[in-house]
């Protein structure tokens, strides 16, 4: 059974850096793309960062391009998500997820929650002074 178990979240001041740490367990076949998404109160789950597993590029939403970085060691079984510069409107519940299948993909993008079919439990990032 794939467990995907966030953590690193809190509460840190506009401009500050918090890294957030995804670590994965339970893998019996490949994964298309590891991700990380998040929702704000009152929006909807939006994708973040992901790393697509067969070459390992990484996309971004255009919001968080240059000041957020994600990356993955395998020998942990673990991705992260680095975050600086962070704005007020970072704040939301942040969530990895994995895609295993390119079909899915395919129909609903890289970023898409569609594409998603394991997910954590969340940690909340609140960015506040």
């Known amino acids: 059974q794939v467990q995907l178990a966030e953590s690193g979240g809190g509460l840190v001041q506009p401009g500050g850096s918090l890294r957030l740490s995804c670590a994965a367990s339970?893998?019996?076949?490949?994964?298309?793309?590891i991700g990380w998404f998040r929702q704000a109160p009152g929006k909807e789950r939006e994708g973040v960062s992901c790393i697509r597993s067969s070459d390992i590029t990484t996309y971004y939403k255009d919001s968080v391009k240059g000041r957020f970085t994600i990356s993955r060691d395998n020998a942990k079984n673990t991705v992260y998500l680095q975050m600086n510069s962070l704005k007020p409107e970072d704040t939301a519940v942040y969530y990895c997820?994995?895609?295993?299948?390119?079909?899915?993909?395919?129909?609903?993008?890289?970023?898409?929650?569609?594409?998603?079919?394991?997910w954590g439990q969340g940690t909340q990032v609140t960015v506040s002074s």
């Open positions: 339970g893998f019996t076949l490949d994964y298309y793309a």
């Open positions: 997820a994995i895609a295993t299948s390119g079909l899915q993909i395919g129909i609903h993008g890289l970023l898409a929650p569609k594409a998603y079919a394991y």
